[in-house]
């Protein structure tokens, strides 16, 4: 990771059972979404006011619905699964919106699709578009972030298949991910001290 003062790293997660903000330390200010596109769009503005970083991260858990790796993954792009307007525009594009509906972190890393759904059910249409992972919240955080100039990364821990049995799974698997994402988190930002 660049040289990043502590404190000008932000890290937004949907929910406090997701990841504890007191792993972090002082290295980050961790600030809790909510669930769905709306109340992570609405918190990444606040925050990003409240703290004006240099840096947002999204950690979060995803659901698998293509072949990926396992555990903790970097997100490379993600998109809007569940915006539908057609005929105005194709599946995942904002009507009369200009520009590029697929957002691009800037790192190598796999696809997600964003949706106010639990996707439980497979969908042609994400082999279309390449979509690895399914979320409910990044799409909004980088939408905001790229509008308003601020680097993001995010990243997700594969906690489901994306089925039947996605909300059994999720809950078996929210803790997991949470000491891989600290692990690497603060492997970046500890420096060794000066010789």
Same mark, same amino acid.
């Given at each position: 990771?660049q040289?990043?003062?502590?404190?000008?790293?932000?890290?937004?997660?949907?929910?406090?059972?997701?990841?504890?903000?007191?792993?972090?330390?002082?290295?980050?200010?961790?600030?809790?979404?909510?669930?769905g596109?709306?109340?992570a769009?609405?918190?990444t503005?606040?925050?990003?006011?409240a703290?004006?970083?240099?840096?947002?991260?999204?950690?979060?858990?995803?659901?698998? !619905?293509?072949p990926?790796?396992?555990? +903790?993954?970097? @997100? /490379? &792009? =993600?998109?809007q #699964?569940?915006?539908? *307007?057609?005929?105005?525009?194709?599946?995942?594009?904002?009507?009369?919106?200009?520009?590029s509906h697929?957002?691009?972190?800037?790192?190598?890393?796999?696809v997600?699709?964003?949706?106010?759904s639990?996707?439980?059910?497979?969908?042609?249409?994400?082999e279309?578009?390449? !979509?690895?992972?399914?979320?409910m919240? +990044?799409?909004? @955080? /980088? &939408? =905001?972030?790229? #509008?308003?100039?601020? *680097?993001?990364?995010?990243?997700?821990f594969?906690?489901?298949?994306?089925n039947?049995?996605s909300?059994k799974?999720?809950?078996?698997?929210?803790?997991?991910?949470?000491?891989?994402?600290?692990?690497?988190?603060?492997?970046q930002t500890?420096?060794p001290?000066?010789?």
């Open positions: 990771m040289e990043i003062p502590p404190g000008a790293i932000l890290v937004l997660v949907a929910l406090p059972q997701e990841l504890d903000a007191a792993l972090l330390g002082t290295h980050a200010t961790v600030c809790y979404t909510g669930v596109k709306v109340n769009a609405y918190a503005v606040q925050a990003l006011r703290h004006a970083p240099q840096l947002v991260i999204n950690f979060g858990y995803a659901g698998r !619905v293509a990926c790796p396992s555990g +903790l993954v970097e @997100v /490379a &792009s =993600v998109l #699964r569940d915006m539908n *307007a057609e005929p105005l525009a194709p599946r995942g594009a904002t009507p009369f919106q200009e520009g697929t957002l691009h972190s800037g790192r190598d890393g796999v997600c699709g964003t949706g106010d639990f996707v439980t059910a497979p969908d042609p249409w994400f279309t578009q390449g !979509v690895q992972l399914v979320d919240e +990044l799409y909004a @955080v /980088a &939408s =905001v972030c790229a #509008r308003q100039n601020v *680097a993001w990364r995010a990243f997700k594969v906690s489901d298949d994306a039947a049995d909300a799974d999720w809950q078996a698997n929210v803790r997991r991910g949470e000491a891989l994402f600290v692990d690497w988190f603060l492997r500890q420096r001290p000066a010789v």
